[in-house]
T-cell receptor
Framework: DTGVSQDPRHKITKRGQNVTFRCDPI?????LYWYRQTLGQGPEFLTY????????KSRLLSDRFSAERPKGSFSTLEIQRTEQGDSAMYLC??????????????FGSGTQLSVL | DQQVKQNSPSLSVQEGRISILNCDYT??????FLWYKKYPAEGPTFLIS?????DKNEDGRFTVFLNKSAKHLSLHIVPSQPGDSAVYFC??????????FGTGTSLTVIP
């Protein structure tokens, strides 16, 4: 399977705990995105990497959120001191740069976070 | 501030008929639009795209129409099949690297 892989699929945590999610993009894709989706809403942009450089971050990404992409391969998204409002589906997507107009995002199956 | 809007949360269509899903946007800088399909417990999958230099793009049973003056796009599925039942999201991008998604339309194709 050469699709985007996310781990874990589900995470239940208590408020105040730290959580970390992992995303493995399609191997030849140099762009990686994190999105968040809540019930009844579309995916909301969180952050974007081109290779290992984090080029853009949404205002939605508070100081409790940090994302990394060491060596331009897999990426991790960490949420510190989780709050109940962080409960959502966290989606990772990757794409190959080749002109913005032709860019297509390939999404993973997401990590469903529940903060109790 | 919802820059991409899908005002119909749900749509039901008989198998074999046409499904028309609508999407409106507010940002005149958007020049690239995509449609994604999402099944439960899966991530969205790419369906079809269109750039602002075109007003129509077709791929098999799926056609996307773009009306730039009205800031409106639509996805036509003909003929609709039960396997098309899913949530459909439209997305748009402009000069930045973000893709802005609508809230989705849940399509049910009735056999």
């Amino acid at each position: 399977d050469t699709g985007v892989s996310q781990d874990p699929r589900h995470k239940i945590t208590k408020r105040g705990q730290n959580v970390t999610f992992r995303c493995d993009p399609i191997s030849e894709h140099n762009r990686l995105y994190w999105y968040r989706q809540t019930l009844g809403q579309g995916p909301e942009f969180l952050t974007y990497f081109q290779n290992e450089a984090q080029l853009e971050k949404s205002r939605l990404l508070s100081d409790r959120f940090s994302a990394e992409r060491p060596k331009g391969s897999f990426s991790t998204l960490e949420i510190q001191r989780t709050e109940q409002g962080d409960s959502a589906m966290y989606l990772c997507a990757s794409s190959r740069s080749g002109g913005r107009i032709n860019e297509k995002l390939f999404f993973g199956s997401g990590t469903q976070l529940s903060v109790l | 501030d919802q820059q991409v809007k899908q005002n119909s949360p749900s749509l039901s269509v008989q198998e074999g008929r046409i499904s028309i899903l609508n999407c409106d946007y507010t940002n005149s800088m958007f020049d690239y639009f995509l449609w994604y399909k999402k099944y439960p417990a899966e991530g969205p999958t790419f369906l079809i795209s269109i750039s602002s230099i075109k007003d129509k793009n077709e791929d098999g049973r799926f056609t996307v129409f773009l009306n730039k003056s009205a800031k409106h796009l639509s996805l036509h599925i003909v003929p609709s099949q039960p396997g098309d039942s899913a949530v459909y999201f439209c997305a748009a991008s402009g000069s930045g690297n973000q893709f802005y998604f609508g809230t989705g339309t849940s399509l049910t194709v009735i056999p």
